[in-house]
């Protein structure tokens, strides 16, 4: 049985596989009071480092993409009903993705951080992992191991296309924003949350 490829940051890795599960996870650390809604987002972008439309942005409100390649599993708001598991999911064919999708960011946010003085300095055990999803076998994992003391939205990790292939970038930027500044990075229009 292969070994899970443990990636660190920066790492890119030939994904290989077209059914995929990215599971993500993460866990309040103990004693910073009050629930975390950390929320996955998915941001399908074009060769222009845009997204073609609003409907290639896919959140707790908007689970599909227009394609079909990309299923978002729902929210989990205070991360209690993963059970141990991944908190959110995101189900891809990488064989639906439409053509003119280059890259797929996946962010995780915190909702309201600012009003409740949240960040990613409270949350620990960060990963971002992708399974195969026609074996079940966990084929590559990032664990954020770095302590996001000021971030309030991380790009976990990248799917990207280069010469045909797909490949995961375990990325791990820190910014402390939240999903508007990611929405308006990549779109130019305005989407309903």
Same mark, same amino acid.
């Given at each position: ?7 660190? #940051?920066? !790492? ?14 993460? &866990? ?7 629930? /975390? ?5 998915? +941001?399908? +972008? ?12 896919? /959140? ?17 708001? =205070? ?12 189900? +891809? ?7 003119? %999708? ?7 946010? +915190? @909702?309201?951080?600012? !009003? #409740?003085?949240?960040?990613? *300095? ?9 399974? !195969?999803?026609?074996? *079940? ?12 003391? %000021? &971030?309030?939205g991380i790009e ?8 045909? &292939?797909? #490949?995961? =970038? ?6 402390? @924003?939240?999903?508007s500044f990611f ?11």
């Amino acid at each position: 049985m292969a070994e899970v490829i443990n990636l660190r #940051k920066g !790492d890119k890795v030939a994904v290989g596989f077209s059914n995929i599960i990215v599971g993500l996870g993460w &866990e309040p650390k103990e004693g910073t009071g009050g629930t /975390f809604d950390l929320d996955v987002s998915v +941001i399908m +972008i074009d060769s222009t480092r845009k997204l073609p439309t609003k409907d290639y942005f896919v /959140f707790y409100g908007n689970l599909n993409s227009p394609d079909g390649a990309l299923t978002h599993t729902g929210d989990d708001p =205070d991360g209690t009903s993963s059970a141990g598991s991944d908190d959110e999911s995101i189900i +891809i064919d990488l064989k639906k993705i439409n053509p003119s %999708i280059q890259e797929i960011l996946f962010v995780v946010t +915190i @909702e309201g951080a600012a !009003d #409740k003085k949240q960040n990613f *300095g409270q949350v620990r055990d960060s990963y971002i992992r992708l399974v !195969d999803k026609n074996t *079940g076998k966990e084929v590559m994992k990032y664990e954020l191991g770095e302590d996001f003391s %000021i &971030e309030t939205g991380i790009e976990f990790g990248r799917l990207y296309l280069r010469n045909n &292939e797909w #490949k995961f =970038d375990a990325s791990g930027i820190g910014y402390k @924003e939240d999903l508007s500044f990611f929405l308006s990075k990549y779109f130019t229009g305005t989407i309903n949350k």
